[in-house]
């Protein structure tokens, strides 16, 4: 069964500290990736997405992803916090057909200390 | 302008009722979802239309009906709320699926949500 897993549920970094958070995934084949962020209150964004090529994607906001697919893994990485990064992080995974069905990891919380 | 706009942001509503959530999306796209967050913050799709034909519904109760007048617009009504239905909405849109056979994908795009609070 396809599946995410965010294995942090809650994560503090101190501004300016470098930042990242996990994503583990289970699926047949290569599934297209992606990062949301979720600010109090708001919808989701979309960070970064990965579809193909080059396994190191570049978003908004000064945020990067990697795929591992070895690892079955997709990380998303900032190397220095802003305190209005904080938000709820989702990493989501998508088969690679028309249905456009997202499946979500359970999200990290992240917290910033001044 | 906002890209997809539902509405309403709040409800409150007693168990039993009916209520409806509208979404229009103004991106031209053919390709409309609805997700569900729980209090968990998980979310779940619940069903997705592509040119007006229901593609996916994910097992959800059918006290919930989908509506699609237009491409534009998916509208979500709920009968005889339950307090278990309490959570988020949200609708979502792309251009097709993700894999419309472009190397780059198609992104979807989400709304702001809809906050429904059954009591």
């Known amino acids: 069964a396809q599946s995410v897993t965010q294995p942090d549920i809650h994560i503090t970094v101190s501004e300016g500290a470098s930042l990242e958070l996990r994503c583990n995934y289970s699926?047949?084949?290569?599934?297209?990736l992606f990062w949301y962020v979720q600010s109090p209150g708001q919808g989701l964004q979309l960070l970064l997405k990965?579809?193909?090529?080059?396994?190191l994607v570049q978003g908004i906001k000064g945020f990067e992803a990697e795929f591992k697919r070895s690892q079955s893994s997709f990380n998303l990485r900032k190397p220095s916090v802003h305190w209005s990064d904080a938000a709820e992080y989702f990493c989501a995974v998508g088969a690679r057909s028309n249905t456009g069905k997202l499946i979500f990891g359970q999200g990290t919380t992240l917290q910033v200390k001044p | 302008d906002t890209a997809v706009s539902q509405t309403p942001k709040y409800l409150v509503t007693q168990m039993g009722n009916d209520k409806s959530i509208k979404c229009e999306q103004n991106l031209g796209h053919d390709t409309m979802y609805w997700y569900k967050q729980d209090s968990k913050k998980f979310l779940k799709i619940m069903f997705s239309y592509n040119n007006k034909e229901l593609i996916i519904n994910e097992t959800v109760p059918n006290r919930f009906s989908p509506k699609s007048p237009d491409k534009a617009h998916l509208n979500l009504h709920i009968n005889s709320l339950e307090l278990g239905d309490s959570a988020v909405y949200f609708c979502a849109s792309s251009q097709g699926g993700l894999g419309r056979g472009h190397s780059s994908g198609n992104t979807i795009y989400f709304g702001e949500g809809s906050w429904l609070t059954v009591v």
């Open positions: 699926y047949g084949a290569t599934p297209y």
């Open positions: 990965y579809f193909s090529g080059d396994t």
